[in-house]
């Protein structure tokens, strides 16, 4: 009886320890997303996620099947039943669940922080906890501790810790058959994949809260800011560089500008022609899609790359994101000589 009875409780882990030797098994843990985010905001800003840190205690297999203990996966896998699960992969697949979201514009996973090009911020984060049980009794537990930072200028922004503690019984691998090791571990690492998609979800959805509250805009149409027609005054505050657009010969041009606005500040101007947004050309784009290019969070910024009449190429206007409060439009610069010889000639 006393055999039977730690033979229930022992782990999957050991059982298939205990019956692999002599078979095939493939043990390669491969993080599987969940699809897209259902409600809540969507994001025009872009996100990159950098390798996390090992902050997990400093073993690889402690105890044993039959006095109890657990793995650390963070340092070493299974034998013959799970691949390592490393800070990198636990970054790696947090990227891949911020991008399968839908929840911002972009997401993607980078080795360095050299390679932060045009992103809005970047996620960091440390693995503390990955162990699993040796016994039924022992249990699992993840824990993770993530942040989040603007690119430019690295300001502190969000911070979130996770965790999960659970324990697998046998009915998890119900029809598996007693010597169907495949079974086994395929029915284990799903169970892992559950529970870190759910971690990974609670913090996605904390990120996407705490960037929203920051920006302080109001979702419209597909999760966006709505934009403003050209000329139309805001009856609410949203984050952005103050500038109303529109449409002049087929070339995104400002309307006007918000006095007081970041974009006033930086000198852009009624007539101005917006070529770029953040590198991407801004011919045969909707007014809509850059309006949301443009906005974003409070802290962030934007380079427009912008040619103005008498200029004989374009310059780029970097401007930082602000609260942005309708109702303040600066009145029109002045025609100046060349643009009205332009207006002129293009009226005949």
């Not at 039977?4 to 298939?16: K, N």
Request: glycine share 12%; hydrophobic share 40%; aromatic share 8%.
């Amino acid at each position: 009886m006393r055999g039977r009875t730690l033979c229930w409780r022992v782990s999957f882990a050991a059982v298939a320890l205990l019956l692999v030797a002599g078979c095939s098994v493939n043990s390669t843990f491969v993080y599987k997303p969940g699809g897209p985010a259902v409600g809540g905001p969507k994001l025009p800003v872009k996100v990159a996620v950098l390798p996390f840190k090992d902050g997990t205690e400093d073993f690889t297999d402690r105890g044993s099947i039959f006095s109890g203990g657990s793995y650390n996966l963070a340092k070493a896998g299974i034998a013959a039943t799970m691949t390592p699960l490393t800070p990198e992969l636990w970054a790696k697949s947090f990227a891949e669940e911020l991008a399968a979201s839908g929840s911002f514009r972009s997401a993607r996973f980078l080795y360095s922080p050299s390679e932060l090009t045009d992103e809005d911020f970047f996620v960091e984060g440390t693995l503390t906890k990955a162990y699993i049980g040796k016994l039924w009794d022992d249990g699992n537990e993840f824990a993770i501790s993530l942040r989040a930072l603007t690119r430019s200028d690295k300001r502190l922004v969000w911070e979130k810790q996770v965790t999960r503690a659970w324990k697998n019984t046998l009915a998890l691998y119900k029809g598996c058959g007693g010597m169907a090791i495949q079974c086994m571990v395929d029915r284990h690492h799903a169970d892992t994949n559950r529970v870190m998609q759910g971690m990974f979800a609670e913090a996605r959805a904390d990120l996407v809260a705490t960037l929203a509250s920051l920006s302080g805009s109001r979702a419209g149409e597909n999760g966006l800011p709505p934009a403003a027609s050209p000329g139309e005054a805001r009856k609410e505050e949203f984050v952005g560089i103050g500038l109303r657009v529109g449409m002049a010969g087929g070339v995104l041009t400002v309307a006007s500008t918000m006095e007081g606005a970041p974009a006033s500040k930086a000198g852009m101007q009624a007539g101005d022609a917006i070529l770029s947004v953040d590198g991407t050309p801004t011919a045969g784009m909707a007014i809509a899609d850059a309006v949301g290019r443009m906005r974003g969070v409070k802290g962030t910024s934007v380079t427009l790359g912008v040619l103005r009449a008498g200029w004989g190429a374009p310059r780029d206007f970097t401007i930082v994101r602000d609260v942005i409060r309708a109702g303040t439009s600066a009145p029109p610069v002045q025609e100046s000589t060349e643009q009205t010889i332009e207006r002129i000639l293009k009226g005949k």
